[in-house]
């Protein structure tokens, strides 16, 4: 009785660990890995359907797929007031339903493209550029429009630029910023678009660098392009726009008393709209202006000041209170080793005033001539003929600096300067075809950064010399007003930004090289 037991036991174990085997089900190992994309069975209704009337398109696949980040990636054209719904969401499937929240528009033409949004579920391989056209009348539109959209003197990510179709009739500029276009289509990352489909007709076109996927541009946000002419289709077939970025709208950020004597104003877009008015009289008073803050230095005995502001068209009056802290002249010496780099000295409170014979220059123990300016930020330059491959000492003594409100150094300021030898530098040589009487200047990007800017010039060649070792970007800028300053363009003035030409290539800088370009 026991044997029968024991084989029973045995039996019954070894069918156990059968079954678990059985169960576990997983991915094979080895081989190689699939590369192949998901395909598309069928489409409910069919792509170039027309006289469509449903309320939901369904797609069918041959594998497990995911529509990933649709809000991004799914276009459709014309767009809807409200996004559709994708059932199931956040999920694989090897079928998808696209569930319209909105009445579509009759006798229009839709397509839906889906970009690079389809992947499959295991290897996330792409179906790209999947797309599906029909149409909600009996005919399907086929006219095309292709053209190339490029950011000018952009910095920040443009990895998501929409062209966009008004029809010209009830058309006004202020559209952009509360409608979405009538047609629309993405940018390739070489700023190559096509829109098709399109029906006959005069249109509008507007380019969005569209950061929060609306389809409608926000001033300060977006980078906006657009053409005066009028879009005629059939008709124009290849067209050119320009990007650029608009100053945010103007607002005022914020007014603080920064210590007794300090008052900082700061606003949102152009400080150069900004005026201010201080309605107490002010014995003393200096105003700097730093990107968008204004910093008003003022002296008066009153415990606070009274100001009006007007940026644009608000205003605001301000009463401030002075608070008792104060400050102590703090200064240092900025400087560089390129033959090119100012020597500045700056200071927490603006100086005003300098005692030269404080001031000590010296190179191999000698005295080196100099003489100092006072900047618009009321620091000093100092300036001096610096002769690469030498080692330069600057000495500012007790009493050398005043500020503005009477305070002197107290402290002895020192600093060593080197000016790396001539044979570390290389230099640029560029030369201009066709470009005779042009106002232009050279900017020169050193990882992305602007490390060397010309002045506005009108011949046909410019050297620039002291150039560190590096692969630079060429950005050449024509200068319509001649201000040595790029200007960017104003949508509603119509006005458009100033060209701009980077050549893909970078240039390669060598130390004691002389390099030579010609565009």
């Given at each position: 009785?026991?044997?029968?037991?024991?084989?029973?036991?045995?039996?019954?174990?070894?069918?156990?660990?059968?079954?678990?085997?059985?169960?576990?089900i997983?991915?094979?190992?080895g081989?190689?890995?699939?590369?192949?994309?998901?395909?598309?069975?069928?489409?409910?209704?069919?792509?170039?359907?027309?006289?469509?009337?449903?309320?939901?398109?369904?797609?069918?696949?041959?594998?497990?797929?995911?529509?990933?980040?649709?809000?991004?990636?799914?276009?459709?054209?014309?767009?809807?007031?409200?996004?559709?719904?994708?059932?199931?969401?956040?999920?694989?499937?090897?079928?998808?339903?696209?569930?319209?929240?909105?009445?579509?528009?009759?006798?229009?033409?839709?397509?839906?493209?889906?970009?690079?949004?389809?992947?499959?579920?295991?290897?996330?391989?792409?179906?790209?550029?999947?797309?599906?056209?029909?149409?909600?009348?009996?005919?399907?539109?086929?006219?095309?429009?292709?053209?190339?959209?490029?950011?000018?003197?952009?910095?920040?990510?443009?990895?998501?630029?929409?062209?966009?179709?008004?029809?010209?009739?009830?058309?006004?500029?202020?559209?952009?910023?509360?409608?979405?276009?009538?047609?629309?289509?993405?940018?390739?990352?070489?700023g190559?678009?096509?829109?098709?489909?399109?029906?006959?007709?005069?249109?509008?076109?507007?380019?969005?660098?569209?950061?929060?996927?609306?389809y409608?541009?926000?001033?300060?946000?977006?980078?906006?392009?657009?053409?005066?002419?009028?879009?005629?289709?059939?008709?124009?077939?290849?067209?050119?726009?320009?990007?650029?970025?608009?100053?945010?709208?103007?607002?005022?950020?914020?007014?603080?008393?920064?210590?007794?004597?300090?008052?900082?104003i700061?606003?949102?877009?152009?400080?150069?709209?900004?005026?201010?008015?201080?309605?107490?009289?002010?014995?003393q008073?200096?105003?700097?202006?730093?990107?968008?803050?204004?910093?008003?230095?003022?002296?008066?005995?009153?415990?606070?000041?009274?100001?009006?502001?007007?940026?644009?068209?608000?205003?605001?009056?301000?009463?401030?209170?002075?608070?008792?802290?104060?400050?102590?002249?703090q200064?240092?010496?900025?400087?560089?080793?390129?033959?090119?780099?100012?020597?500045?000295?700056t200071?927490?409170?603006?100086?005003?005033n300098?005692?030269?014979?404080?001031?000590?220059?010296?190179?191999?123990?000698?005295?080196?001539?100099?003489?100092?300016?006072l900047?618009?930020?009321y620091?000093?330059?100092?300036?001096?003929?610096?002769?690469?491959?030498?080692?330069?000492?600057?000495?500012?003594?007790?009493?050398?600096?005043?500020?503005?409100?009477?305070?002197?150094?107290?402290?002895?300021?020192?600093?060593?300067?080197?000016i790396?030898?001539?044979e570390?530098?290389?230099?640029?040589?560029?030369?201009f075809?066709?470009?005779?009487?042009?106002?232009?200047?050279?900017?020169?990007?050193?990882?992305?950064?602007?490390?060397?800017?010309?002045?506005?010039?009108?011949?046909?060649?410019?050297?620039?010399?002291?150039?560190?070792?590096?692969?630079?970007?060429?950005?050449?800028?024509?200068?319509?007003?001649?201000?040595?300053?790029?200007?960017?363009?104003?949508?509603?003035?119509?006005?458009?930004?100033?060209?701009?030409f980077e050549?893909?290539?970078?240039?390669?800088?060598?130390?004691?090289?002389?390099?030579?370009?010609?565009?």
């Amino acid at each position: 009785m026991t044997g029968i037991f024991n084989k029973i036991l045995r039996y019954s174990f070894a069918l156990l660990i059968l079954l678990s085997a059985c169960a576990r089900i997983g991915r094979p190992t080895g081989g190689d890995k699939d590369t192949t994309p998901p395909r598309l069975l069928k489409s409910i209704p069919d792509t170039k359907t027309t006289n469509f009337n449903g309320k939901e398109i369904v797609l069918y696949f041959d594998e497990y797929v995911q529509i990933k980040n649709p809000t991004k990636n799914l276009l459709i054209s014309p767009p809807l007031q409200q996004s559709p719904v994708i059932v199931p969401a956040g999920i694989a499937s090897k079928s998808f339903k696209i569930k319209f929240q909105d009445s579509l528009q009759p006798n229009t033409t839709y397509l839906i493209n889906f970009g690079n949004s389809i992947v499959d579920f295991n290897e996330g391989n792409k179906l790209p550029n999947l797309q599906l056209v029909f149409s909600t009348g009996s005919v399907i539109d086929s006219l095309k429009l292709k053209g190339k959209i490029k950011p000018v003197h952009y910095n920040g990510k443009a990895d998501n630029i929409i062209v966009g179709l008004y029809p010209l009739e009830g058309f006004k500029d202020s559209l952009v910023f509360k409608q979405k276009p009538y047609y629309v289509t993405t940018a390739d990352k070489n700023g190559s678009f096509h829109l098709k489909y399109l029906r006959k007709g005069k249109y509008k076109i507007i380019g969005i660098i569209d950061q929060n996927n609306d389809y409608k541009y926000k001033q300060g946000e977006d980078a906006i392009g657009f053409l005066d002419k009028i879009i005629e289709i059939p008709g124009d077939t290849l067209i050119q726009i320009n990007l650029f970025q608009e100053p945010p709208r103007l607002n005022f950020e914020k007014t603080e008393q920064v210590n007794k004597n300090h008052l900082l104003i700061e606003v949102k877009g152009s400080i150069d709209s900004l005026q201010v008015q201080t309605l107490d009289s002010l014995p003393q008073e200096i105003r700097i202006i730093d990107g968008n803050q204004l910093h008003i230095w003022y002296d008066t005995p009153k415990d606070s000041i009274k100001l009006a502001l007007q940026l644009g068209s608000k205003t605001k009056k301000y009463i401030r209170k002075r608070t008792k802290k104060t400050d102590s002249l703090q200064a240092q010496i900025l400087a560089g080793s390129n033959p090119l780099d100012t020597l500045r000295i700056t200071a927490n409170i603006p100086l005003v005033n300098y005692d030269k014979t404080k001031i000590r220059l010296t190179t191999d123990s000698l005295p080196v001539p100099f003489n100092l300016q006072l900047t618009p930020r009321y620091s000093y330059q100092l300036d001096f003929d610096k002769i690469p491959g030498k080692n330069y000492k600057i000495e500012i003594l007790p009493g050398a600096l005043t500020d503005f409100l009477g305070h002197q150094l107290k402290d002895t300021l020192r600093a060593n300067v080197r000016i790396k030898p001539e044979e570390d530098f290389g230099k640029l040589i560029l030369n201009f075809k066709n470009h005779s009487g042009e106002k232009r200047f050279v900017e020169l990007l050193l990882n992305n950064n602007t490390y060397r800017k010309t002045k506005t010039f009108i011949s046909d060649s410019i050297t620039i010399p002291y150039l560190l070792p590096g692969k630079y970007k060429v950005r050449i800028v024509y200068d319509t007003n001649g201000n040595n300053h790029w200007d960017t363009g104003n949508y509603l003035q119509h006005r458009q930004p100033e060209e701009t030409f980077e050549p893909d290539k970078e240039i390669e800088i060598r130390p004691n090289w002389d390099i030579f370009q010609t565009y």
